[in-house]
């Protein structure tokens, strides 16, 4: 019998979810202020894609090529500031779909670098419009030629968010339901702050849930928003924050130097300001299990470690 291309790329699609989340929560033993505060965040790098962003990429994509949107040649298209684009690109590479990525121009080294290995079309975009102007630059290339583009449009994909919802609070909840009393984590896409807490509302309206931004638009927080000043992303849903804390860019980096000394965890700067955010949070309650959110590693981030250490 043979198998069409399309069969062929719905039954691979669907077998590299088994390679997508299952990722640790690691409880961090050395660095809470207090003996009676435990903090736990999910190291988001230890899975297929490397990144926090591998659960919405495959969503998003695994949605795509179900309801027959992707595929047959047509290009992923969507902008990023990183994390996205190399697990689209991961995921486009092993299921044979081409991907095309706006990207501001100040993006990591290492990050230009992975996107080119993994065979991406790059569309830089200027370093001051950071991800909203390249948000614009894909919108204005699918319109221009739609038969040739999906429009991934990660910031307005409910498949973003819903990835979180269904597979990450998941995880979360497994671990340390009845026990967990504060979520934490930064708002960038928005999609795992809004599909977390939606979901662990729904299991227990007492969980906490904080919001964490950077302190000003103008931050070293790669892939963060500061909601204020920058596009609101379409699946941000404000109503779902019990609480917004902001972090400065110098007290997550202190903060990454600590986790790296205290833990033995080398964190990217994003990683490290939710953990600045948790360790706030700690200092002010008596009590409690605080769950927080590791997206990636300190791979991508050799000159913003190179300036630390």
């Known amino acids: 019998m043979v198998i069409s291309q399309e069969s062929e790329i719905i039954e691979s699609v669907l077998a590299l979810g088994n390679h997508i989340g299952h990722t640790p929560l690691y409880e961090l033993q050395h660095i809470s202020p207090k003996k009676s505060v435990r903090i736990f ?28 949107e992707l595929g047959n040649g047509k290009i992923l298209l969507d902008a990023s500031s990183g994390n996205t684009a190399i697990a689209y690109a991961t995921i486009g590479a092993r299921l044979g779909i081409p991907v095309t990525i706006c990207l501001p121009e100040n993006a990591s080294w290492e990050r230009k670098m992975l996107l080119k290995g993994l065979g991406v079309s790059i569309v830089y975009t200027s370093k001051f419009g950071s991800t909203d102007e390249a948000q614009e630059k894909a919108l204005e290339l699918y319109q221009n030629e739609p038969d040739k583009y999906f429009l991934a449009d990660q910031y307005g994909n409910e498949n973003n968010w819903k990835a979180h919802y269904d597979t990450t609070s998941e995880e979360i909840i497994s671990k340390v339901n009845g026990s967990l009393t504060h979520f934490v984590t930064g708002l960038g896409t928005t999609g795992s702050f809004t599909g977390i807490s939606k979901r662990l509302k729904e299991v227990n309206e007492g969980i906490t849930t904080i919001a964490l931004q950077p302190d000003g638009a103008l931050h070293g927080l790669e892939g963060w928003k500061d909601m204020e000043t920058a596009k609101v992303p379409g699946i941000y849903d404000p109503s779902l924050a019990d609480r917004f804390m902001n972090v400065d860019t110098f007290d997550a980096y202190e903060t990454l130097k600590l986790a790296a000394k205290k833990e033995g965890l080398m964190i990217s700067p994003s990683a490290a300001a939710n953990l600045k955010g948790a360790l706030q949070l700690a200092e002010e309650i008596d009590e409690g299990v605080i769950v927080t959110l590791f997206p990636d590693n300190a791979e991508k981030y050799s000159e913003v470690i190179k300036s630390l250490f």
């Not at 230890?46 to 998003?60: D, E, H, L, T």
Request: aromatic content about 10%; hydrophobic content about 45%.
């Open 41 to 68: 965040a999910k190291l988001e790098w230890m899975q297929f894609g490397g990144s926090v962003k591998a659960r919405p990429a495959y969503n998003i994509i695994k949605q795509a090529v179900l309801n027959g």
